[in-house]
C-alpha cells in the first residue's frame, strides 16, 4: 500500500497520565523511521487552534520514557468545542502541510477527535491515555498500571497507621465513574471493604460488615472507596455516617487525589505506550482513521472511535469474588 501521509502531528489532551511521554517518544520515533515528519502539538486542542507546534524528532524525545506527565502539556478547550475553533486548528494543520494527528487521551479526547475528523475528513487516530482505565476495546490505558502501584504503595503506609490505634481509614481513589482502580489496588492492598460505582454496596450492608469483621478479630479496617460510588461520593459524609452508627473504631479519611497521576510511569506503561504510540502510526500509514489504537489479549488493535466511546467496559466479576473472598 503507497505511503500517503507525509508528515504527522501528536498531542495531548485532558487529564495527563503517566507514560503519555512515553507514548510522544513512540510516535516521534516510528514517524522517523518511516521517513515522516512529525510536529508536536502544545496544549493539546487548544494548541491546536493556536498553531502552537513544535517539529519533533528522535533526539527531540531523548530522556522521556521515565518522565510523567506529558511535556507537550495538556489543556482543556472550550473553543475547540464550537465550529469557529475547529476551523481555526483545520487551517492550521493545512497551512502546516500536516496530514494526519495521533491524540492521546481519554474519552473526551476521542470525542473531540471524532467531530473534528468527521468534519473535515482528516485522519485521526487516538491513543487511550487516562489513569481511569474506562475507554471500551482496550485492556489497559496508558497510566492505569502506575496509579494502581502508586494507590497501593499509599494504602500501605496507611494500614502502618490504622494497625497502630485501631482505626478506621476512608481511602478514596480516582476513577470518575468506573470502580477498576479501586478494585484492583483494593484487592492488592488488602482492603477490608472496596465501594465501587459498579456495586451498590448500601450503607447498611457495609455497616454489617464492618461489624462481622470487627466481631472476627480486626481491630482495624481499610475501605477504599472510588470517587464515583454512590454511597462514597461524599467521603466525609460517609465517615461521618459510619462513626454515628459505630463506636468500634476512631474513622479517618484520606483523598489520595491527584498523586495518582503523578510519578514516574511502571515498565508496564512505558511498554504499553511505546506499543501503542508505534500501532498510532502503523494504522496512519495503512490509512485508518478515526480509531482508537488499543491492546486486547496482549494483541494491538484498531478500534472505531463510535465503539470506544460507547462507555466503559464492564467490571470483572470474578475479581469481585476475589474481594469478599479475601476481605473476610
Known sequence: MTNKIKHIAVLTSGGDSPGMNAAIRAVSRAC????????????????????????????TVKN?????????????????????GRNQAFEHLKNNSIDALVVIGGDGTFKGAEVFGNEFQFPIVGVPGTIDNDIRGTDHTIG?????????????????????????????????NAGDIALNAGIGAGAEEILIPEENLGKERLLESLKRSRKSGKTSSIIVVAEGDQIGKNIFELADYIDTNLDSYEVKVTVLGHIQRGGSPSCYDRVLASRLGIGAVDALINQHKAVMVGIAHKKIVNVPFEQALAGSNEIDTDLLRVADITSI
Do not use: W
Request: charged share 30%; hydrophobic share 35%; net charge positive.
Open 32 to 59: 522517523a523511521f518511516h521517513e515522516i515528519k512529525c510536529t508536536g502539538v502544545y496544549r493539546g486542542y487548544q494548541g491546536l487552534i493556536e498553531g502552537d507546534f513544535k517539529e519533533l524528532g528522535p533526539r
Open 64 to 84: 522521556l520514557i521515565n518522565r510523567g506527565g506529558t511535556f507537550l502539556k495538556s489543556a482543556r478547550s472550550k473553543a475547540f468545542m464550537t465550529r469557529e
Open 144 to 176: 492505569y498500571d502506575t496509579a494502581l502501584n502508586t494507590v497501593v504503595e499509599a494504602i500501605d503506609k496507611i494500614r502502618d497507621t490504622a494497625n497502630s490505634h485501631n482505626r478506621l481509614f476512608l481511602v478514596e481513589v480516582m476513577g470518575r
